[in-house]
C-alpha cells in the first residue's frame, strides 16, 4: 500500500500536474513508435499525448470531461492526422478502438486521477481550497456531489467516507452532514467542508484538512473511478495486439491495488484466477510484466514537484493468450462496489 498523501490537493485528485507526472518513464515503458497506435484513455489536457505524438506514433485520445475535447482540438492543429478523439469512459476503450478501426492496438495508457485543469476549476466543485457548487462530475452530467450528501442515508454516506476514502470517523461525519442538511441543504464545497471540520474537529498543527478524505471519496463515488478503472484494465486485455503494452499510473492505494492484483491475476498461468472462482483448465498468462513491482519518481522529479512522491507506474505486455475469465472482487474492490458487480467477467 503507498502512504497516505500529506497535502490537501494530494488527497482530493492527486497531484497537480500540468506536466503529467512520470512522463519519462510513461515514454520509456511505452517505447512509441513511428505509425503505431497508442490509446491515452484518460487524456485530459494532452500532456501524455503530446509526448507520445512528439515521439512518432499517432493517438486516440478519449476522455469523458468536455473540456478535454476542447483541448483535443487545440492539439489537432498541430499534430493533425496523428490525433483521433472520442468522447468516452475508458472503460469503453475496447469498443472505442474498434469503432475507429484501430484495434487491436499498440498500446494504452491510463493516467487515473482528476486532472489539473478539474482542480484549478471552482465551478467543478473537486476541492475545497476554493469554495464552489458541490459538483465533481467529470462528464459534467449525472447525480453530482450534492445529490449524494443531500439525499443518502446516514449509513450509506458512512460506507462511501470508510470504504473510498478510508476515513476512521465516516460515521460521526455522515451523521454531522444529515443532522445539518435537515436544516439547510449543501450547495457549496466550503459549506461541506466547514461542517466536516466542525464534525470532528482539527489541531493546529493538522497538515490535512478533515474533509480531505471525504472529498476523495465522493469524487470517487460520484465518477465510480474504481469500477471504471476495472473495466478499462479489461478492456485493455481485449483490445492489445500480442506485444502490445498496458502503463498505468495511479496515485492512491485504493487504484494501486486494483491495478496491481490485475496484473499478479494476468501474469500467471491458474486455474481461474481466485478463490472465488471453480477449478478449470489452467489459463496461459495472457500479460507478462515489463517492470518487477512498481515506479515511482526520481530525485529530480521529487525536488521539482514534491507531489508526485504518491505516484505509481505499472506496466506489462500482452501475450498472444486468448482472454480468460476474471472475478472483480479478487481485485480488491471495495466491498460496497464489489458487491454489485457480476462476479465474472
Request: aromatic share 6%.
Amino acid at each position: 500500500m503507498m502512504a497516505h498523501p500529506t497535502s490537501d490537493d494530494e488527497m482530493v485528485g492527486g497531484p497537480t500536474r500540468h506536466v503529467p507526472v512520470l512522463l519519462q518513464e510513461v515514454l520509456d515503458t511505452l517505447s512509441p513508435e513511428k505509425g503505431q497506435w497508442v490509446l491515452d484513455g484518460t487524456f485530459g489536457f494532452g500532456g501524455y499525448s503530446s509526448a507520445i505524438m512528439k515521439a512518432g506514433s499517432n493517438v486516440l485520445g478519449v476522455d469523458r470531461d468536455p473540456e478535454a475535447a476542447v483541448r483535443a482540438t487545440v492539439l489537432q492543429q498541430t499534430f493533425g492526422s496523428q490525433l483521433k478523439f472520442q468522447a468516452g469512459c475508458f472503460g469503453e476503450l475496447a469498443e472505442i478502438a474498434m469503432e475507429q478501426g484501430l484495434a487491436p492496438l499498440d498500446a494504452v495508457v491510463l493516467d487515473i486521477g482528476v486532472s489539473s485543469m478539474q482542480l484549478d476549476d471552482a465551478h467543478r466543485g473537486f476541492s475545497f481550497m476554493q469554495d464552489g457548487p458541490l459538483d465533481m462530475r467529470m462528464a459534467q452530467s449525472g447525480a453530482s456531489a450534492a445529490d449524494v450528501v443531500n439525499g443518502y442515508e446516514s449509513k450509506e454516506l458512512a460506507q462511501i467516507f470508510k470504504q473510498l476514502g478510508e476515513e476512521k470517523q465516516a460515521r460521526r461525519i455522515a451523521e454531522a452532514i444529515v443532522t445539518q442538511r435537515a436544516q439547510q441543504s449543501f450547495e457549496t464545497t466550503l459549506d461541506l467542508a466547514n461542517c466536516i471540520e466542525k464534525a470532528v474537529g482539527r489541531k493546529p498543527q493538522q497538515k490535512i484538512h478533515p474533509a480531505t478524505r471525504v472529498f476523495q471519496a465522493l469524487r470517487i463515488f460520484v465518477n465510480a473511478e474504481l469500477d471504471e478503472l476495472v473495466d478499462g484494465l479489461v478492456a485493455a486485455e481485449k483490445c492489445l495486439k500480442p506485444g502490445g503494452r498496458l502503463v498505468v499510473v495511479t496515485f492512491h492505494s485504493l487504484e494501486d491495488r486494483i491495478v496491481k492484483r490485475f496484473f499478479q491475476e494476468r501474469s500467471k498461468k491458474h486455474a481461474g484466477g481466485s478463490r472465488y472462482m471453480p477449478e478449470q483448465e489452467l489459463a496461459e498468462p495472457s500479460f507478462e510484466m515489463i517492470v518487477k513491482g512498481a515506479v515511482g519518481p526520481g530525485d529530480e522529479e521529487l525536488e521539482r514537484n514534491p507531489r508526485a512522491r504518491s505516484a505509481k507506474l505499472r506496466a506489462a505486455y500482452r501475450t498472444e493468450a486468448p482472454v480468460h475469465d476474471l472475478d472483480a472482487r479478487a481485485l480488491g474492490l471495495p466491498r460496497l462496489l464489489a458487491d454489485n458487480r457480476v462476479g465474472e467477467m
